[in-house]
């Protein structure tokens, strides 16, 4: 790739500023900033070898030619200052002034956080978010940033290879596409050419073949119709410039690969543009051109009356030539060529004697990029909240893949994702009128709620007050914006839902305590349930109130818990505790329940039907009275207050072949398949199925569901609950206890 502008200095930056700027105090601010920079940064090299004042030569000349104001070219020239001559804001505040001081300070805030790959997503769109609030707050910040990564891109040959491959992927994935978003042409083909350059070198090399192989062929055919289209224009008495252009070659690159074209096959290959002066002039020169050659039906783009959503402005069309071949023509205006090369920094181009204010300035690009208010919108409110990378997946999603422009009744165009619906328009509007909508009307069409929007689409929505989104909705919607706004409904919802929760399962218990003669106001005192929480795996008011309301804890339980003061032991089996713990012996015999007591040779033992403890899980032998030692999960409610007939047990790892059974509990927001995708996810796991219970509160819309099951081994069984938990609507799973 060759190097462009190779040997530029301070004075090649100064003339090209001389074109546009003429006062003598703004070309002052800009020979000073290049003179600071020389003087802080000698003696410091770049990779090439070179000085490392021409890098800012380079970024500060960039920006004379995208015709930036003074001080946009001299915080070009002081872009590194900060970063790599140890220069404070202050200082540079009171050399220059407070504004370029900021532009610096921004920009070398977004440089200090390095691009660490596709494998570190949420810091890397931590540092873009970085970027993006930047922008949004003062556009001139990005221009910097723009033409130092542009500059940087143009040297990277001297960069080992994995930065080389690092900043082209971060180029191509964050900085092309805000070129393109502000409109930016040159700066974003030039940057996709030279990622694609360094990330693909084969294929880059393949397609540069192909477009040199019939080039001579090409430009032939072009120039021959470039002389017929004048002729015919200059016949009319028109004035204007016509040109063969040529597609860079990322973009060839993405046609043959994104839409599965052969390179024979790209129709814009051959493309002449004809550069007019007025609006009324596009339209009459598209109309002779389609009066004598034939157009293709469906590529005649009218950009004019509706501009993309980066200003850009043009009349496209598609032509037969005389000899079968096909021609891409656009038709515009010089302003519109200036703006659609350099887009924003060509609409607010540095006007010499009007008063610059960045406040008004960024208030016009929101109001004339109808995106960059979305996204300024998305800056507030996702940097308050939110993962950095979902707001960059928002980001990246809504706003940078956009490609279907559809227009309120007004004439307001949005832009969309691809397969967008009127949901998701409706979101863009206004959040209330998404919350609110109730049908759509599209070109006059009343349509589903689900239909998908193309370009040209005029589109109406109907709201009702007190309507709610649907969670159905997020079946189908396409923007994140729309997707997040309907899941932060619902889920405030839910939590209001779980209010609600907590006051049923209050009442549960009252209820309960008062059938049987106790006082809730006694009872119901947060110190006395707070020490029954572990007796039932809970560790909070709200949780507990909730098991309740669910059933998932049972009032009669907590209100025997509550109300027993002391556990009453009987002295007959004190005595034969205090003679078991006395043995010493340690001989044992497998028993067929799979457990030992130390010490002890055989015992009538049994697994409790309350708790049903599995292999691994601590447990404690409870004495009976008669019914030799009953094993309870160590945690099991069941025997908390009874430690003086508790004897150690444990497992007889020698005797792991068999399975046990033992019951879980599942809470889930009822929906259909919810016990089949349950069963599927335990039958995965081998685990099988004793019994099935199923319970619905069809006021609340909970399920709950009691499984009987069986496992090898708490290991076994934890896998299972861990599985089942990730199962959609699934709020918990709990092993049940009797
Ligand atoms: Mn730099």
């Known amino acids: 790739m060759k190097e462009k502008n190779k040997d530029i200095g301070i004075n090649d930056v100064l003339l090209e500023v001389r074109t546009y700027i003429h006062n003598e105090d703004s070309l002052k601010i800009v020979e000073h900033a290049a003179n600071y920079a020389s003087e802080k940064h000698a003696g410091q090299f770049r990779r090439s070898g070179e000085p490392y004042l021409i890098h800012l030569i380079n970024v500060a000349y960039i920006l004379a030619q995208l015709r930036c104001g003074p001080k946009t070219v001299a915080a070009g020239f002081l872009h590194d200052v900060i970063e790599d001559c140890g220069i404070t804001k202050e200082e540079l505040a009171n050399e220059f002034d407070e504004e370029i001081a900021d532009i610096v300070e921004a920009v070398t805030k977004i440089g200090t956080l390095r691009y660490k790959g596709k494998d570190d997503p949420e810091y890397q769109a931590a540092n873009h978010r970085k970027i993006f609030i930047a922008m949004a707050k003062d556009v001139r910040v990005i221009l910097v940033k723009l033409c130092d990564r542009l500059h940087n891109m143009r040297t990277l040959e001297y960069q080992p290879e994995a930065s080389q491959k690092r900043i082209a992927a971060e180029t191509l994935d964050v900085y092309a596409p805000i070129a393109h978003r502000l409109g930016i042409s040159a700066i974003k083909n030039e940057l996709e050419d030279l990622c694609f350059y360094y990330l693909n070198r084969e294929e880059y090399h393949h397609i540069a073949h192909l477009v040199e192989i019939k080039k001579v062929e090409r430009d032939a055919a072009v120039s021959h119709m470039i002389d017929e289209i004048s002729d015919m224009l200059h016949q009319n008495h028109l004035q204007f410039r016509i040109f063969g252009r040529s597609k860079h070659l990322y973009s060839i690159y993405n046609k043959m690969v994104k839409k599965h074209k052969r390179f024979d096959q790209i129709l814009d290959l051959l493309a002449i543009r004809i550069v007019t002066q007025t609006e009324l002039n596009c339209y009459e020169i598209l109309g002779y051109i389609h009066a004598k050659y034939k157009p293709i039906p469906g590529r005649l783009k009218d950009y004019i009356a509706m501009p993309k959503p980066n200003m850009y402005q043009s009349l496209h069309t598609t032509i037969i030539g005389d000899d079968g071949k096909i021609f891409e023509v656009q038709i515009r205006t010089e302003e519109m060529d200036s703006i659609a090369e350099n887009g924003v920094a060509a609409h607010w181009r540095y006007k010499e004697g009007t008063n610059y204010n960045a406040k008004v300035e960024q208030k016009e690009i929101e109001d004339k990029l109808g995106w960059f208010k979305n996204f300024a919108l998305y800056s507030e409110e996702e940097s308050a909240s939110g993962s950095a990378s979902e707001y960059m997946a928002t980001l ?194 497998p028993t067929k329940t799979g457990i030992i007591v130390p010490g002890i040779d055989s015992m009538k033992m049994s697994i409790a039907q309350c708790c049903m403890p599995v292999y691994g899980d601590p447990i404690k032998g409870f004495i009976t009275k008669g019914e030799g030692v009953k094993v309870h999960r160590a945690m099991c409610p069941n025997i908390a207050h009874t430690n003086a007939r508790l004897i150690d047990v444990k497992w007889d790892d020698d005797n792991t072949d068999r399975t046990y059974e033992t019951e879980i509990i599942i809470t889930a927001r009822d929906r259909q398949f919810l016990a089949t995708d349950v069963l599927t996810v335990i039958s995965q796991f081998k685990a099988p199925i004793d019994k099935l219970s199923a319970d619905v509160n069809h006021e609340l819309l909970i399920s709950t569901l009691r499984l009987t099951i069986r496992v090898r081994d708490v290991e076994h069984l934890n896998t299972i609950m861990a599985n089942i938990r990730k199962v959609d609507s699934v709020v918990e799973v709990d092993r049940g206890c009797h």
């Open 396 to 589: 990246q999603h809504d706003v940078f893949e956009a490609n279907v422009y559809v227009m309120t009744p007004m004439g307001r165009v949005i832009d969309l994702p691809s397969g967008a619906t009127p949901i998701d328009f409706a979101y863009r509007v206004h959040t209330d009128v998404g919350h609110t909508c109730v049908g759509a009307v599209v070109n006059g069409v009343m349509v589903p709620l689900n239909t998908e929007l193309k370009t040209g689409d005029v589109i109406e929505i109907k709201t009702r007050k007190g309507t709610e989104p649907s969670e159905d909705w997020l079946q189908f919607v396409k923007t994140n914006q729309a997707k997040n706004k309907i899941r932060n409904f619902l889920q405030k919802k839910e939590t209001e839902k779980r209010s609600e929760m907590i006051d049923l399962g209050e009442k549960y218990l009252r209820d309960e305590l008062t059938r049987r003669g106790f006082d809730p106001k006694e009872y119901m005192d947060k110190k006395k349930l707070e020490n029954i929480y572990h007796d039932f795996q809970v560790g909070t008011y709200v949780d507990f109130m909730y098991g309740i309301a669910v059933k998932s804890i049972n009032p009669t339980v907590v209100t025997e818990k509550l109300t027993r003061q002391k556990a009453r032991v009987a002295n007959f089996e004190e005595q034969a505790i205090n003679r078991i713990a006395n043995r010493e012996n340690v001989k044992h015999t």
